[in-house]
């Protein structure tokens, strides 16, 4: 494997204290040895992954996932749990600009599909998710975003959708939203859940349907043979007709040598408190358990859980090594201080962070990688793959199949970024414009 940041991004480190662990028992899953033979590998063991095995096998596909670590150990099993509209960083009217009225609109109703995807598969499966809030909550951290949010609510009463709620400075205490915010926007669709019990009932159930789940099974190669796939391990070899490459953040260069530099892995980070009081709950005016973001591009996004814990994340380090993750931990505990005043000497329990991807279009992919019969990827949601990543395994199961309801604009190949396996070097100078432009 060629990975791009340092060691210590792809080691436990930055995974220890993640509150999920301690809300879920991890299954134990076989290591892979020895040879076998599937229709289809899977290469990754999160949301992406594991959609894709679980409509597989539900589809009488023989399939196996082998993952690196264990099932959900990337950012599927470490992350803010906010099931909601996303996978672009492009503003609808980018979109429409770029790829026309019907490809965008096409991209936009996936957006929405994908959450309802989730909704159904929690319904269906039956899975216990701790799931909370009615719809996402969009807090303006600036006067003029607030004429950014009207414009969003009009446009959605336009469209006939559900109604958008728009809140005013002077109405955010009484919604249990007392933080200095000039206002907010309700959009009614998305809930938040428990990322890991969510990761793990699609594993079991994938399982159940059939599918093999391979923990501790890193793949090390993918060659060509018979018209098919050998992927080796370190301990076998799995023959295969279809290979589906669901690594996100978690990718390498050379698996396949497609991905080199079409990806680019970056940290989130969050914290978790002890469960609040009421009386501090009170005292910061925050009782809300709707799940919520600011309209900074470098955003905050938090949540008050079922069990009164805060749960607050933001970008993380950029230099993905231990030193960086210690100081990007201590700026996450400052930005939390610094909205939430009133719970500065509430104990953070947890804290950890790990790697989301984006590519240069800023648009996921899933589709068929181009002159590798055969072989597919679902990649790339810019920080919302619970519903996305989901979507998009959904989406590469369906291609392995031979069918294709992928949305165009998730099939184009991202475009590699500049400077190859150097490309991180760009993050700084793109965080501090998009610092500036919070301003
Ligand atoms: C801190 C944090 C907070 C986030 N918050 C949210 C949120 O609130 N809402 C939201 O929608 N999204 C959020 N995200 C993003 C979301 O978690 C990801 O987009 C999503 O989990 C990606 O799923 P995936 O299955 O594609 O990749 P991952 O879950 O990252 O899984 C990839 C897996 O591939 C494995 N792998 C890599 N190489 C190999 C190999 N050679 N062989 C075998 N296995 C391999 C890795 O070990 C890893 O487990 C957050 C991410 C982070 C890190």
């Known amino acids: 494997m060629k990975r791009i940041l340092p060691d210590y991004s792809y ?181 938040a859940l428990n990322p890991q019990k969510y990761l793990f009932g699609l594993a079991g159930a994938a399982q159940a349907a059939g599918a093999g789940l391979y923990a501790e099974s890193a793949v090390q190669t993918i060659k060509r043979a018979d018209g098919g796939w050998v992927l080796t391990t370190a301990q076998g070899r799995v023959t295969c007709d279809k290979v589906l490459i669901a690594t996100n953040g978690y990718s390498s260069e050379d698996l396949p040598n497609w991905m080199a530099g079409r990806y680019m892995p970056t940290q989130s980070s969050v914290l978790v408190t002890r469960p609040l009081t009421q009386t501090e709950i009170d005292a910061q005016g925050w009782s809300s358990h709707q799940m919520c973001y600011d309209t900074r591009h470098l955003l905050h996004y938090f949540r008050l859980m079922p069990d009164r814990r805060m749960l607050f994340g933001m970008r993380g380090g950029l230099k993905g090594t231990a030193s960086s993750e210690t100081a990007a931990r201590a700026k996450l505990r400052t930005h939390f201080d610094k909205m939430f005043p009133a719970w500065r000497g509430v104990e953070a329990t947890h804290c950890w962070s790990g790697l989301v991807c984006l590519t240069r279009h800023r648009l996921p992919f899933a589709g068929p990688i181009p002159d590798q019969p055969g072989m597919f990827a679902g990649f790339a949601y810019h920080g919302n793959g619970v519903a996305m990543g989901s979507y998009s395994g959904f989406l590469l199961s369906q291609l392995a199949q031979g069918k294709n309801p992928v949305p165009q604009a998730m099939q184009t190949p991202p475009p590699r970024f500049e400077l190859g396996g150097a490309r991180r070097a760009i993050m700084p100078v793109v965080y501090a414009s998009l610092m500036l432009a919070d301003i």
């Open 11 to 191: 080691s436990d480190g930055p995974r220890t204290a993640c509150y999920w662990d301690e809300t879920t028992t991890a299954p134990v899953w076989p290591r892979h040895d020895g040879e076998a033979k599937v229709d289809v590998a899977i290469i990754g063991g999160g949301f992406t992954g594991l959609s894709a095995a679980l409509h597989l096998a539900e589809a009488g596909v023989d399939v196996a996932v082998l993952e690196a670590k264990t099932p959900g150990w990337g950012a599927s099993g470490r992350n803010g749990g906010f099931c909601c509209i996303g996978g672009s960083r492009r503003s609808e009217k980018g979109l429409m600009r770029d790829y026309g009225l019907a490809v965008a609109e096409e991209y936009l109703n996936a957006e929405v599909a994908a959450v309802d995807l989730v909704d159904g598969l929690i319904a269906r499966l039956g899975l216990e998710v701790d799931r909370h809030s009615d719809g996402e909550t969009l807090l303006a951290h600036r006067p003029s975003d607030m004429r950014y949010l009207e414009a969003q609510a009009a446009e959605m009463v336009r469209e006939g959708g559900p109604t958008p709620i728009l809140l005013r400075r002077q109405d955010l205490a009484g919604a249990g939203l007392r933080a200095d915010f000039y206002g907010a926007l309700t959009t009614p669709k998305g809930f």
